[in-house]
């Protein structure tokens, strides 16, 4: 019975990922240490392998460590009223690698405190020391996050409650003073509807930063024609930029797709040229440009050549507990929460957001976003036809994707899907024609620019003519050469 057990507990011992040693007798100067099966786990190391180094177990520990395991066990073994000692230090394994271990070592003393027996304990804790250093630092940055609400909360109570002093102050006059001028009363009106205004859009900024951080604000991602989305941003600021007489420039190529969610990342844009114009003096101009950044993001760059940011200011800009507002070159106010905003966003959009700024010298941010890969549709009836135009377009424009459809109505739902920027069609189409199926798309896709080239077959000039004035060019398949499919193509996607 004794027996059973017994090899019960050394397979016990020798399973476990940790290792077990012991000395049962240390008054005998030449006692022995025994190790468990399991040090080779744990060490690489045979039991007798350690026996036979030069320092034995002290020999695996790492030069910087040891002095410090030292002192610990020397003081542990002096002091007599002390039965359990734990330690934590690294050693080197036979394969060479490093490893953070922990101890724990039983004594049995005796009356007088001397040492009798040992038993001890190791464990290899690398990949937990690794796990609770990462839990510190996220509770570190949490602790740091709860930090920055809060001062947000402090100072968007201040910024919520302050205007509305001024408002109600302004309203009470309007409603009490009988003899104000005109000039007054549009004056006060003025200043009611502007910080209103800007009141309404603090509170839309801060609901939509709640939703992203509690992703109850899910994002729609789209490909999206990024040149569209820039003009679209550009003349709801058209405005705001003529009364300073600002100009602003685009500069974005017609073949720049992203995948986004178009509301958002107008809101970023709008945001970053707003701020532009604000802090932009008269006559000054702007330059709004994108393109190509890697592999696989697009960039967006804002610049102007306003009054720039100050050494002060840097290090609060997208802190949502830092949230500051300057003034505009014309006294406009903000809402001080809009970049925090954008940077969530452009986040969210697994992309980077920076600036660089000179006070007095302007500003310029730059943001990133995930591009969307261009493609190229072939609608063609015919098997061969596709695969003929497919290998020229793969040989010239190697950086489009070649999507394909039979007919029409097939087209149209791989059109709404992935959005190509070119559409190579037969004129004679199962069920439509070219001219229809070029209608059907533009109407059911009114904000996306797609360019067409439609195959026709008949000599006739009235069907060219019928094209030409839908805005599309036409290919006579009886005379096209690779050459002139590609002279066509690069025109429209190039030029």
Not at 256 to 265: C, F, H, K
Not at 405 to 426: R, T, W, Y
Not at 450 to 467: C, G, P, R, W
Request: hydrophobic share 35%; aromatic share 8%; with cysteine.
């Amino acid at each position: 019975m004794n027996e059973s057990i017994n090899i019960s507990f050394d397979e016990a011992l020798n399973n476990f990922d940790g290792l077990f040693f012991w000395q049962v007798d240390t008054a005998v100067s030449d006692s022995e240490i025994y190790y468990s099966e399991s040090v080779l786990k744990v060490t690489g190391y045979q039991g007798n392998e350690i026996k036979e180094l030069e320092r034995g177990w002290e020999s695996l520990i790492i030069k910087d460590d040891l002095p410090l395991y030292k002192k610990n066990l020397d003081h542990f073994e002096s002091d007599q009223d002390k039965n359990v000692l734990k330690l934590e230090y690294r050693i080197t394994k036979s394969s060479g690698e490093t490893v953070k271990i922990s101890e724990r070592i039983n004594v049995t003393r005796s009356s007088e405190g001397k040492i009798l027996k040992r038993f001890g304990f190791v464990l290899d804790v690398s990949d937990y020391s690794s796990e609770i250093e990462q839990l510190k630092n996220r509770i570190f940055e949490l602790e740091q996050l709860n930090s920055s609400k809060d001062n947000f909360i402090s100072i968007l109570s201040h910024d919520l409650r302050a205007p509305f002093t001024s408002i109600l102050g302004f309203s009470d006059v309007l409603l009490q003073e009988n003899n104000l001028s005109e000039k007054e009363k549009v004056e006060y009106l003025k200043y009611i509807h502007d910080s209103s205004h800007n009141q309404l859009q603090l509170i839309n900024y801060l609901l939509d930063w709640s939703r992203l951080q509690t992703g109850r604000l899910k994002i729609d991602m789209q490909r999206i024609h990024a040149q569209s989305v820039v003009y679209n941003c550009v003349s709801a600021l058209t405005g705001m930029a003529i009364r300073k007489n600002v100009n602003i420039k685009v500069e974005v190529p017609d073949t720049l797709y992203i995948d986004a969610d178009e509301r958002l990342i107008s809101q970023v844009l709008k945001n970053l040229i707003s701020n532009a114009v604000k802090y932009s003096n008269e006559e000054d101009n702007i330059l709004v440009k994108a393109g190509i950044f890697n592999d696989e993001m697009c960039e967006f760059i804002v610049k102007d050549e306003g009054g720039g940011i100050s050494d002060v200011n840097r290090d609060k800009l997208f802190n949502i507990g830092k949230i500051f507002s300057t003034e505009g070159t014309k006294g406009e106010k903000g809402t001080g929460l809009g970049l925090a905003l954008a940077k969530q966003i452009i986040n969210k959009h697994k992309g980077e957001i920076w600036f660089y700024s000179n006070e007095g010298e302007g500003s310029e941010f730059h943001f990133t976003v995930p591009s969307s890969e261009s493609s190229i549709l072939l609608v063609l009836t015919s098997d061969d036809e596709r695969e003929v135009f497919s290998q020229i377009i793969s040989k010239h424009f190697s950086s489009f994707n070649i999507l394909s459809a039979q007919n029409g109505f097939e087209a149209l739902g791989i059109i709404s899907a992935k959005m190509p920027s070119l559409v190579i069609s037969d004129h004679n189409l199962p069920l439509m024609d070219g001219r229809q199926f070029v209608q059907s798309v533009r109407k059911e896709n009114k904000n996306l620019r797609i360019h067409f080239i439609v195959l026709i077959n008949s000599e006739a000039d009235d069907i060219t003519k019928t094209y030409q004035e839908i805005g599309v060019k036409t290919l006579k398949k009886i005379s096209f050469d690779a050459e002139q499919l590609k002279e066509k193509v690069e025109s429209l996607l190039f030029s």
